[in-house]
């Protein structure tokens, strides 16, 4: 193995030229997607942002594509392929409830087609079980939904009854409204029945033999699909912010749109939980998407967790108070997880292969340098827009800390990201870098992976190329296949 080692110490010594061509690594990825991924997740994206704007649609397609690897990849705990073969064991008892409850199959196809691990009775290390991954919080809330429903159908099913007696008594030699009356009391009783969840469930689970009705698929299909009926309620019929609150719970997406419309509109932001026409008023006002909120700084770093959903930075004391787990990306891996059920088997294979090695490793493959700066101080030869990139973290690491940063990185050459200049490993000695690099990650401007000794492998993602080149962010390149 080749190393090259440059300590940089001076930031105007970073560069020995800045150019002002095109990014190469643009041009790379407006080609690196094949058309029948990016046809697949487009038909994906159409069936959750349908209400979106052309713009919005088009960054969500790309936005699905960037985490590919997040729902492709397969980790010890995570093998997408069963996810697959589950949700097509069951499609069609989803179909039939999404049916009833009027959700749209797609939103369910792709919430539980992430979600499932593979078995009806996989458990989340957050409890969560099932084909839907719902918490029992979640079916509570999904049996409490129709309370009222099931209390109203209950008392005009007594009233039919009791009516029908009534007919009887009065008008003997007339039985035709008599058994109208019954009638009408017979398919009441029976529309109460199949909304009473916890009555029928209880049923159901007792005759499979168990004690938590959510291992008993068709009962944790319907309370999933319920309490999807449930959010989008809450969103007035959005897929994309009821997916996102599928994960996050309604009380955080609240809390993350109240802090956005406190900034563009005071006044939708006086809502509450039981009086949300304020919400739906504003959200249809503003017209409010997940893309809208994912593409506000305030909002995006409230979603990753470098914000509490008080809008505070995150520290040590208030970490507990900021979300985790991959929830800025929720709404992204479950369109992704769409566009695998709709991919055929050996689509869907070609998938899980090309996305099998490291995420910096994938996402470049098959790109080739053409264009090369030479660092000063060293024989080292890199992209200008690792260069650049190099420069944007000293520049920032001075304007946080007021002292200039001796960057530490190395190259080694027998891994292709680091032989075509886009990846360095870097000492991470000390927490302000680690920061900035852990922002960059979270806003999908690197891929980055520690390796030992202190050292952290970071690769730039092509799909930014314009910003390492020091250019105001360009709109999205429309991809080749569009």
């Given at each position: 193995?080749?190393?090259?080692?440059?300590?940089?110490?001076?930031?105007?010594?970073?560069?020995?030229?800045?150019?002002?061509?095109?990014?190469?690594?643009?041009?790379?990825?407006?080609?690196?997607?094949?058309?029948?991924?990016?046809?697949?997740?487009?038909?994906?994206?159409?069936?959750?942002?349908?209400?979106?704007?052309?713009?919005?649609?088009?960054?969500?397609?790309?936005?699905?594509?960037?985490?590919?690897?997040?729902?492709?990849?397969?980790?010890?705990?995570?093998?997408?392929?069963?996810?697959?073969?589950?949700?097509?064991?069951?499609?069609?008892?989803?179909?039939?409830?999404?049916?009833?409850?009027?959700?749209?199959?797609?939103?369910?196809?792709?919430?539980?087609?992430?979600?499932?691990?593979?078995?009806?009775?996989?458990?989340?290390?957050?409890?969560?079980?099932?084909?839907?991954?719902?918490?029992?919080?979640?079916?509570?809330?999904?049996?409490?939904?129709?309370?009222?429903?099931?209390?109203?159908?209950?008392?005009?099913?007594?009233?039919?009854?009791?009516?029908?007696?009534?007919?009887?008594?009065?008008?003997?030699?007339?039985?035709?409204?008599?058994?109208?009356l019954r009638a009408a009391g017979k398919e009441l009783n029976q529309m109460s029945a199949t909304v009473d969840l916890r009555t029928r469930h209880a049923k159901l689970a007792k005759a499979a033999?168990?004690?938590?009705?959510?291992?008993?698929?068709?009962?944790?299909?319907?309370?999933?699909?319920?309490?999807?009926?449930?959010?989008?309620?809450?969103?007035?019929?959005?897929?994309?912010?009821?997916?996102?609150?599928?994960?996050?719970?309604?009380?955080?997406?609240?809390?993350?749109?109240?802090?956005?419309?406190?900034?563009?509109?005071?006044?939708?932001?006086?809502?509450?939980?039981?009086?949300?026409?304020?919400?739906?008023?504003?959200?249809?006002?503003?017209?409010?998407?997940?893309?809208?909120l994912w593409n506000d700084r305030r909002c995006r770093e409230m979603l990753n967790g470098l914000r509490t959903m008080d809008g505070d930075v995150t520290n040590d004391g208030n970490r507990s108070?900021?979300?985790?787990?991959?929830?800025?990306?929720?709404?992204?891996?479950?369109?992704?997880?769409?566009?695998?059920?709709?991919?055929?088997?050996?689509?869907?294979?070609?998938?899980?292969?090309?996305?099998?090695?490291?995420?910096?490793?994938?996402?470049?493959?098959?790109?080739?340098?053409?264009?090369?700066?030479?660092?000063?101080?060293?024989?080292?030869?890199?992209?200008?827009?690792?260069?650049?990139?190099?420069?944007?973290?000293?520049?920032?690491?001075?304007?946080?800390?007021?002292?200039?940063?001796?960057?530490?990185?190395?190259?080694?050459?027998?891994?292709?990201?680091?032989?075509?200049?886009?990846?360095?490993?870097?000492?991470?000695?000390?927490?302000?870098?680690?920061?900035?690099?852990?922002?960059?990650?979270?806003?999908?401007?690197?891929?980055?992976?520690?390796?030992?000794?202190?050292?952290?492998?970071?690769?730039?993602?092509?799909?930014?190329?314009?910003?390492?080149?020091?250019?105001?962010?360009?709109?999205?390149?429309?991809?080749?296949?569009?």
């Amino acid at each position: 193995m080749r190393v090259a080692t440059l300590v940089v110490v001076v930031l105007c010594a970073l560069l020995a030229a800045r150019p002002s061509a095109a990014s190469q690594l643009e041009d790379f990825y407006k080609q690196k997607y094949p058309e029948w991924q990016v046809e697949l997740a487009l038909r994906a994206v159409d069936d959750n942002f349908a209400h979106c704007s052309k713009a919005e649609r088009e960054q969500a397609l790309h936005e699905t594509l960037a985490f590919f690897h997040v729902v492709f990849h397969e980790t010890r705990m995570h093998h997408f392929e069963q996810n697959v073969w589950l949700i097509k064991q069951y499609h069609q008892e989803i179909a039939r409830v999404c049916a009833r409850y009027n959700v749209p199959f797609s939103m369910a196809i792709s919430i539980m087609t992430w979600e499932n691990g593979g078995h009806v009775n996989t458990t989340s290390w957050a409890a969560c079980v099932g084909v839907g991954q719902i918490s029992q919080g979640a079916v509570e809330a999904a049996h409490g939904y129709y309370v009222e429903a099931v209390r109203d159908l209950k008392a005009a099913a007594a009233l039919c009854r009791m009516l029908a007696a009534v007919a009887k008594a009065m008008l003997p030699n007339d039985h035709s409204l008599h058994h109208l009356l019954r009638a009408a009391g017979k398919e009441l009783n029976q529309m109460s029945a199949t909304v009473d969840l916890r009555t029928r469930h209880a049923k159901l689970a007792k005759a499979a033999g168990q004690r938590d009705e959510r291992v008993v698929p068709t009962c944790n299909i319907e309370d999933s699909v319920v309490f999807m009926r449930m959010l989008l309620d809450a969103y007035g019929g959005r897929p994309d912010l009821a997916i996102s609150a599928y994960h996050n719970g309604i009380s955080n997406n609240d809390d993350l749109l109240r802090d956005y419309l406190r900034r563009v509109d005071p006044k939708g932001a006086t809502f509450t939980y039981r009086n949300r026409g304020p919400l739906l008023t504003a959200i249809k006002r503003n017209k409010i998407t997940f893309v809208t909120l994912w593409n506000d700084r305030r909002c995006r770093e409230m979603l990753n967790g470098l914000r509490t959903m008080d809008g505070d930075v995150t520290n040590d004391g208030n970490r507990s108070e900021a979300l985790g787990d991959e929830s800025d990306i929720y709404v992204w891996k479950c369109t992704g997880a769409l566009v695998g059920y709709y991919a055929t088997e050996r689509e869907l294979y070609a998938l899980l292969d090309r996305y099998r090695g490291h995420h910096d490793t994938v996402e470049t493959a098959g790109f080739r340098s053409e264009k090369r700066v030479t660092l000063k101080g060293s024989k080292m030869s890199v992209t200008p827009e690792l260069a650049g990139y190099l420069a944007s973290v000293q520049r920032r690491f001075k304007q946080r800390t007021g002292k200039p940063l001796p960057l530490s990185v190395l190259a080694a050459h027998d891994d292709l990201t680091h032989a075509e200049g886009i990846a360095v490993d870097v000492a991470d000695t000390q927490p302000v870098l680690s920061q900035i690099l852990n922002e960059d990650w979270l806003f999908d401007r690197i891929y980055k992976r520690r390796l030992p000794g202190g050292l952290v492998h970071v690769c730039i993602n092509p799909r930014f190329g314009p910003e390492f080149l020091g250019k105001a962010r360009a709109p999205l390149p429309t991809l080749a296949q569009r």
